[in-house]
């Protein structure tokens, strides 16, 4: 049996995690994740492995990103951390709200699994 996540610890991470989404700051979410990584965002599309793929994404993703706020509280089970969160992007001049819920599988302290769920419906004009 897996032992619990530390709720403290999970929702620093992802404290943490929502902040550098909206500075923009790849590298520092990348620190987040281990070295070998897995990333699947959104479900359905080609997990990326490592980092170096992870700050790739992130890279190529944030800019337009205005804020990033809970839903509501995150959810920890075992190793694993659920958050529903939206996401205020701005693309070519039209502002968006995102509505997402990303799954985190935490071991030392890093990220080792993200999964996002989201899709277009879930995008609403501004």
Same mark, same amino acid.
């Given at each position: 049996?897996?032992? +619990? ?6 929702? &620093? #991470? ?5 902040? #550098?989404?909206? %500075? ?9 994740? !281990?070295?070998?990584?897995?990333? +699947? ?6 997990? #990326?492995?490592?980092? *170096? ?5 992130? &890279? ?8 990033? +706020? #809970? ?8 190793? *694993? %951390? ?5 996401? !205020? ?25 993200? &999964?996002?769920?989201?899709? &277009? ?6």
């Amino acid at each position: 049996m897996s032992t +619990e996540l530390d709720i403290s610890l999970a929702q &620093r #991470l992802v404290d943490e995690y929502l902040r #550098l989404l909206v %500075v923009a700051d790849a590298e520092g979410i990348g620190a987040l994740y !281990h070295p070998e990584a897995r990333l +699947e965002d959104p479900v359905g599309t080609t997990p #990326l492995v490592g980092r *170096e793929a992870i700050v790739g994404f992130y &890279r190529s993703g944030l800019s337009g990103i205005e804020a990033a +706020e #809970l839903s509501g509280p995150i959810r920890v089970a075992g190793s *694993e %951390v659920a958050f529903a969160f939206t996401l !205020h992007i701005k693309i070519k001049d039209q502002s968006f709200a995102m509505d997402i819920i990303d799954v985190f599988v935490i071991e030392a302290e890093q990220i080792v699994s993200m &999964r996002a769920f989201w899709s &277009r419906a879930n995008m609403r004009a501004l």
